[in-house]
């Protein structure tokens, strides 16, 4: 069992910035990947960013709409995973979960790979 606690959000105007955390606890060592997912009302869960380890190699996905903009990364020995987000836009706004699991390389990006999530945190970016 993988616990995760999130924390970070909150309410910033168009091209601000937040960083958002999540705190992993539990089994983590059976987990080699973390992803940041979001969902906005009325619409499906989508990815945005990944990251996925083996040994001292870590390696990081994001999702075309946030590439440039957001940059996820961990602490050793991925207890903490962040999302920091520059440049926001409205679109952006949705609740934020980080995740848990061990999905195929190719699959990663789909929520449906992973078995444990937090609690989520909002996002609102408006002026």
């Known amino acids: 069992q993988v616990q995760l606690v999130e924390s970070g959000g909150g309410l910033v105007q168009p091209g601000g910035s937040l960083r958002l955390s999540c705190a992993a606890s539990?089994?983590?060592?059976?987990?080699?990947?973390m992803g940041w997912f979001r969902q906005a009302p009325g619409k499906e869960r989508e990815f945005v960013a990944t990251l996925t380890w083996t040994d001292n190699v870590v390696y990081t996905d994001y999702a075309d709409p946030v590439k440039g903009r957001f940059s996820a990364s961990r602490v050793s020995p991925k207890n903490t995973l962040y999302l920091q987000m520059n440049s926001l836009k409205p679109e952006d706004t949705a609740v934020y979960y980080c995740?848990?699991?061990?999905?195929?390389?190719?699959?990663?990006?789909?929520?449906?790979?992973?078995?444990?999530w937090g609690q989520g945190t909002q996002v609102t970016v408006s002026s």
């Open positions: 539990g089994r983590t060592f059976r987990s080699y990947s």
């Open positions: 995740a848990s699991g061990n999905p195929t390389w190719t699959q990663r990006r789909s929520p449906y790979n992973y078995d444990y």
